[in-house]
């Protein structure tokens, strides 16, 4: 009995035993199944995931191109900027984190949490700016809470800096951040979410040069983010840097003299088109837009009734009033309506048909050729000389004088302007010329409408003998070694549609518009040089040609447009300028003056000629 007992106890523990060997079996069976699964289905998904749990690329920001004036001086440059960054994975809590957060560095938490909601899909372990260009007191915060900030990170990373606030901002423009509609496009192949792109003047047209391409550091990070160990480094790629045709101090000058002031001056080299000067005015502090402008300084920009974001010098068109009858002069010569020796006589008026036609100077100018009607500006002379042209020729010799049309300078939204011609108000209007209007266009009246780089271009074109330059902002580009990947040549657009002789009587009555004993710009004589100019008054609002109005009495926005165009020295220019001052009443008084402060300053000349005469209205 003893004995079955105790065969049954064995067989009892031997089942015991089998049955625990084959749970074992079992387990080992399922782990083995499990880590065949692991290391050969889905092994190449995990080795990723673990990768990038401890192994992460970092984007390494390129510093954007530079950009320097004709004489090698540095306008704009590339500064170090603290960004606050956020890898969502590395957070315990990223609304608690970015609340905590927000009460250190006084930030709106809805303004940062809505800055994670933009990245979209971006992945967990790749950082989400928040904030970019944080101030130094911020850093200090972040920096002396960081243990208390998981996932919270400070990326230093280059950012644009524009030297001379306000300086050039037209010409040089400014920066702004890419959006997801252009990130989908090809247009910018080495840009990302979150970088900033040309948005205006030479920062845009040149965009492809300055950008850069960025580069990459591949790093081993602990549990908590932080970087344990760099594996490798693709150094970024610089921008190119840009020479300009620009002269700062000359530049510098023209924006002290348009202070306070609306309007624009362009200052021209006639001999290859180069832009020496590019100045519109009001203007704006390009670092606003650094990081993104806030809305109330846009608000404030926007809403400014001098328009401090239109570029005055190409975008803004104006009445080119009597400098226009440089353009009349040619025609009506070319076209052998008047020769150097034909007379007219102005006796203050014009009568046609049954209207008088007034010339400024209300008790006239006698009798007149056309050198004389230039230098006194008589609008007289003109009436009659566009009369005899007719609508049409007229236009004809604008177009090829460069009016009318973009000068193809390399800045975005250039005007046009407007030449009117007999078929254009037909299309325009359903209505047909009238012979009266050919008299308002004739003095640069009624339709027409000129850009002052337009007339900066043709002021030089009558300069160096007919020929007419695309306007050049930019002479060279070099890499960060300073080696020459392109160079941007002079351009040849076209020339004046005029013959020597002609050009030479349109010259010698510019050149007493200053120099004679009745020039309308005697006023500005520099002594040691002969200045060659034509002074214009632009007329605001609609009125009846040669009608006089006191323009003391009219409010500031009614008062007439001044122009100034001229070239120095005579025989031998080096610089052509072109100056609007927005109801600045008399070219002659308020922009002739800018004119020949920035000539004196370019020649090298210090004293103006005083002169106790009036200068003309022209």
């Known amino acids: 009995m003893y004995e079955l007992n105790k065969n ?62 004709r004489n090698k001086k540095l306008l704009v440059d590339n500064r170090p900027s603290f960004d606050l960054v956020m890898v969502l994975e590395d957070a315990v809590s990223v609304p608690d984190t970015v609340s905590f957060l927000s009460s250190l560095i006084h930030e709106p938490y809805a303004d940062l949490m809505d800055n994670i909601q933009k990245a979209g899909n971006t992945a967990f372990y790749k950082p989400v700016t928040l904030k970019k260009d944080i101030s130094r007191d911020q850093l200090a915060i972040v920096e002396a809470h960081k243990f208390d900030l998981p996932g919270i990170h400070i990326e230093i990373e280059p950012t644009r800096y524009y030297i001379y606030p306000k300086m050039a901002s037209h010409l040089l423009g400014y920066l702004g951040e890419v959006n997801r509609e252009e990130l989908q496009t090809e247009k910018y192949p080495h840009v990302k979410s979150g970088d900033n792109i040309g948005r205006y003047g030479v920062e845009k047209s040149f965009e492809p040069f300055l950008q850069g391409r960025r580069g990459g550091r591949q790093v081993e990070v602990d549990v908590n983010g932080r970087v344990v160990k760099v594996l490798k480094t693709v150094p970024p790629v610089s921008g190119n840097d840009l020479h300009l045709t620009l002269d700062f101090s000359l530049q510098q000058m023209a924006e002290d003299l348009l202070k306070d002031q609306e309007g ?44 401090p974001m239109t570029n005055k010098a190409i975008q803004a ?67 009659q000389a566009g009369e005899k042209v007719g609508v049409d020729a007229l236009a004809q010799y604008a177009n090829g004088c460069g009016l009318g049309r973009a000068t193809g300078v390399a800045l975005a939204h250039e005007r046009a302007g407007l030449i009117p011609t ?13 012979a009266g209007e050919t008299l308002s266009i004739s003095i640069g009246q009624g339709f027409n409408l000129v850009t002052p780089l337009q007339m900066a271009v043709f002021t030089a074109a009558l300069a160096n003998g007919g020929t007419l330059y695309r306007p050049r902002i930019v002479k060279s580009i070099e890499d960060s070694s300073g080696n020459v990947i ?48 034509k002074t214009g008054t632009a007329q605001v609002f609609s009125r009846k040609t040669g009608e006089k109005f006191d323009n003391k009495k009219l409010a500031r926005t009614l008062q007439d447009h001044a122009w100034f165009v001229c070239y120095a020295p005579a025989q031998n220019p080096v610089i052509a300028i072109s100056v609007i001052i927005e109801h600045g009443e008399h070219g002659s008084t ?13 020649l090298g000349f210090s004293e103006l000629e005083n002169k106790t005469e009036p200068a003309g209205e022209g």
């Open 8 to 69: 049954a106890d064995r067989d009892w523990i031997k089942q015991r035993i089998m049955a625990a060997g084959l749970c074992i079996l079992i387990v080992f069976v399922l782990l083995f199944l499990r880590l065949v699964f692991l290391q050969l289905i889905k092994g190449e998904e995990y080795r990723r995931l673990s990768e990038t749990n401890c192994v992460r690329l970092k984007s390494i920001k390129q510093s954007r191109g530079l950009i320097y004036d």
């Open 486 to 533: 392109k160079k941007i040549e002079p351009e040849i657009t076209g020339g004046i549609p005029a013959g020597k002789n002609t050009l030479e009587l349109v010259k010698k009555g510019l050149l007493d518009v200053v120099q004679g004993d009745r020039g309308t710009a005697r006023g500005i004589r520099i002594k040691g040089i002969e200045m060659a100019g």
């Open 590 to 602: 308020a922009a002739a003056p800018v004119a020949g402060a920035l000539v004196k300053k370019y």
């Open 422 to 434: 007999a078929a254009w108000k037909r299309s325009r209007f359903q209505e047909s010329w009238q």
């Open 264 to 307: 624009a001056v362009v200052a021209i080299d006639p001999a290859n088109g180069d832009i020496l000067v590019m100045a519109s005015s009001p203007s704006f502090d390009q670092n606003d837009f650094i990081g993104g402008i806030s809305n109330e300084k846009w608000r404030f920009l926007m809403d400014h009734p001098g328009h």
């Open 317 to 383: 068109e104006y009445p080119p009033a009597s400098t226009y009858k440089m353009v009349t002069a040619i025609a009506a010569l070319e076209e052998k309506s008047i020769d150097r020796h034909s007379t007219t006589f102005c006796p203050g008026y014009y009568v046609f048909g049954n209207r008088r036609y007034h010339c400024w100077s209300k008790y006239g100018h006698g009798k007149l050729t056309v050198e004389a009607a230039i230098t006194q500006s008589c609008d007289v002379f003109f009436y």
